[in-house]
């Protein structure tokens, strides 16, 4: 019943762009932190950026002013914006969900690939 649905992956040229969304439903969102990890083949699955319940974000070093993430409570939707992209973006991007004050929920999507390469 509860579902994250990741889309907007795909292949880029360094330097592009690309606007990933997690569409989510079975759970109340606003309640919910939201962030996006990422994952390459052979490492450990790392946060890249997390907005919380009460609307602060924060980012990953490596993805400081380059990454944009942003909710829209009445879409139940997430979003990553990422700009000037690098071929060491290149990972499958996941979405996650956890619940606030009083619940251990903690839900993912299944995830979408981003590759940057000439």
């Known amino acids: 019943q509860v579902q994250l649905v990741e889309s907007g992956g795909g292949l880029v040229q360094p330097g592009g762009s690309l606007r990933l969304s997690c569409a989510a439903s079975g759970f109340t969102f606003s309640g919910y932190r939201m962030s996006w990890y990422r994952q390459s083949p052979g490492k450990e699955r790392d946060l890249v950026a997390s907005t919380s319940i009460g609307g602060s974000r924060n980012y990953a070093d490596s993805v400081k002013g380059r990454f944009t993430i942003s909710r829209d409570n009445a879409k139940n939707t997430v979003y990553l914006q990422m700009n000037s992209l690098k071929p060491e973006d290149t990972a499958v991007y996941y979405c996650?969900?956890?619940?606030?004050?009083?619940?251990?929920?903690?839900?993912w999507g299944q995830g979408t690939q981003v590759t940057v390469s000439s």
């Open positions: 996650r969900a956890e619940a606030g004050l009083g619940s251990r929920n903690d839900y």
